[in-house]
């Protein structure tokens, strides 16, 4: 957009470096969250109720641990996350995430671990690079394990294919009504700003 307010209207650069400046941008994590050290952590363990509900149908819970990743990706990092942009999380590429992945926060409680969040994405993210729509499918009707001495994060990667494309930057890629999850469409910035203002749902069917 403020590509073509430079061509169409020809402004100063003085005006464009304004509008280019941070404090213009829309907030990549809601204001009321961001004194709350505790909102990552809820924000995981309400989704994660919404996955293990047996009545949540397969393609919403694909959406749900996407939006997990998510929230992960653009929260502070005093709360567990990474505090990247929106440009930043939708050009992530896999190499990057390998090196970010340790400063993911850790939470005692399994189901609200944003560790544990990021590993269930990247099993489905690596199972669809495997060209498995059946096994994708069948992710998407499985919700968390029960939780057990360890936490999933713990473990090796279930599906490694996921970081097969060190310079991949679909990490967040589009899900349409029918559950086909696209290997090279990212997730439309309108919708990652609906995931990031918390309703997860910008209206779009991705």
């Not at 073509?4 to 941070?22: G, N, W, Y």
Request: with cysteine; proline share 8%.
């Amino acid at each position: 957009m403020l590509e073509m307010f430079a061509r169409q209207a020809a402004p100063s650069q003085k005006l464009l470096s304004a509008l280019r400046s941070p404090a213009m941008a829309a907030p990549t994590w809601p204001p009321a969250l961001r004194n709350d050290v505790t909102a990552l952590e809820r924000v995981v363990h309400g989704c994660t109720s919404r996955v293990n509900d047996p009545d949540t149908r397969w393609i919403a819970r694909l959406r749900l641990r996407r939006l997990l990743f998510a929230a992960v990706l653009l929260a502070p990092p005093d709360q567990g996350g990474l505090g990247l942009s929106r440009s930043q999380a939708r050009g992530l590429t896999a190499r990057r995430l390998s090196e970010l992945r340790p400063d993911i926060g850790r939470t005692d409680e399994e189901a609200s671990c944003p560790a544990c969040a990021v590993w269930s994405w990247l099993d489905i993210i690596g199972t669809n690079n495997g060209w498995s729509p059946a096994a994708l499918r069948e992710l998407g009707h499985r919700r968390n394990p029960p939780a057990g001495e360890r936490h999933r994060y713990e473990f090796v990667d279930p599906s490694p294919d996921w970081s097969a494309w060190s310079e991949q930057s679909n990490l967040l890629p589009a899900i349409d009504q029918w559950g086909y999850v696209d290997r090279y469409k990212s997730l439309h910035p309108s919708s990652l700003s609906g995931l990031g203002a918390g309703d997860g749902h910008s209206g779009r069917e991705d």
